[in-house]
């Protein structure tokens, strides 16, 4: 790894950031070992840090239909698609760690359909794909056919939610140049 800059956008020291950014990030480097650099990224805008962490909690830590390691690989396809660096190494290793599988994460970011997935994750991730591509051409024909497969209408808002949400940190990861910690690459692959 270099030592490039972790945004191009500075980064607020942690003591000068409010206390309960600084705790969540204290937090996240004491359960991790490191502090992952989207949280120093987002911290430059506090209001945002809290609102897309907020968001972020919402989607991807709630019981429902979808597992944990679904979420990320919905979250792992669309930043392939958008050629996220960050997401895509980030949350491959949280893919990677969730799906207990050390290959799944380069399956999937790779091109998903060649992944050793179940057919009915395919689906899921081909509906995602299409929010993340053509949003405007979802149609109830999509729902029906994730139905038929057993996903919930719960279920189809969270595949959304979650692409369109993770288009948007994409973008944001692009924009700023957000460069993945070196800690990620290993995770999960022993």
């Not at 987002?42 to 830590?61: G, I, K, S, V, W």
């Not at 960050?86 to 799944?104: E, F, M, S, T």
């Not at 109830?140 to 959304?160: P, V, Y």
Request: hydrophobic fraction near 45%.
């Amino acid at each position: 790894m270099t030592d490039a800059p972790v945004s191009r956008y500075p980064v607020p020291r942690l003591e000068d950031m409010p206390e309960d950014i600084r705790t969540r990030i204290e937090t996240v480097q004491e359960k991790s070992g490191f502090i992952p650099n989207v949280f120093l990224m987002l911290a430059y805008r506090p209001q945002e840090f809290r609102a897309f962490m907020a968001y972020h909690d919402t989607l991807m830590d709630k019981p429902g239909g979808l597992s944990k390691a679904e979420r990320e690989m919905i979250v792992v396809a669309v930043s392939a698609h958008n050629q996220c660096q960050y997401c895509v190494v980030a949350h491959g290793a949280i893919l990677r760690i969730r799906a207990k599988n050390p290959l799944i994460a380069d399956q999937v970011a790779a091109n998903y359909r060649k992944a050793d997935i179940t057919p009915k994750q395919r689906a899921m991730l081909d509906f995602a794909l299409k929010v993340t591509q053509q949003a405007y051409a979802v149609e109830e024909a999509d729902s029906a056919a994730l139905r038929d497969l057993g996903f919930t209408d719960d279920d189809i808002w969270d595949i959304a939610a979650i692409a369109a949400f993770f288009g948007m940190s994409n973008r944001m990861a692009n924009v700023t140049s957000l460069r993945p910690n070196a800690e990620f690459y290993a995770l999960g692959r022993g």
